[in-house]
């Protein structure tokens, strides 16, 4: 009696699947779905190899001073060398690093950027930002905010967004002189 249960169980069971199944099938766009937008798509994987020419490429108004890439992290960063620059320029170059690294690339997931002030006759450097920009995080909205934020102090909503930290030099020189 046991094996006749067994036996007619796995027919029944072989015989509702071929039903069964499509009926789960339509219920499929009913389920909500969580996807994640990318812009660019097929965009440049940097790697050790492509690192320095695809950053080099760039348009940028500031002198590189370092570029690093490991696990995922794109560490990058730019030299102000003289006392010509506004704050928009610089705002500009951060705005470029930032799509670069997001909209360009497809496996930089982490961006940290450093603005730095060099001083050629005292052979020294300071920080004057610090960006740490993550995929996950990252809008266009907040992009483009920065990139139209002009010679003003940046806004709130940028820095706690962007994780953008202002140095003291960066504040007595360049915002409130």
Known sequence: MNRGWLIGTVLLVTVAIPVVLPQLADLEPALPRYAAQ??????????????????????????????????????????????????????RNMALAISFAFE??????????????????????????????????????????????GNKPLPDVLKKGFRISESELWRKQFIYP
């Not at 790697?47 to 560490?75: M, Q, R, T, Y």
């Open 38 to 91: 990318t812009l660019g798509g097929g965009g440049a994987s940097l790697a050790e190899e492509n690192i320095v020419d695809l950053v080099s490429s760039l348009p940028f108004s500031l002198v590189i001073g370092s570029v690093g890439w490991k696990n995922g992290v794109l560490s990058l960063d730019l030299k102000v060398t003289g006392n010509d620059h506004e704050p928009e320029e610089l705002y």
């Open 104 to 149: 360009d690339t497809d496996n930089v997931n982490q961006l940290l950027l450093r603005i730095v002030a060099e001083d050629k006759w005292l052979d020294s450097r300071r920080l004057l930002l610090a960006g740490d920009i993550r995929r996950g995080e990252w809008s266009l909205q907040l992009q483009q905010l920065l990139q139209k934020t």
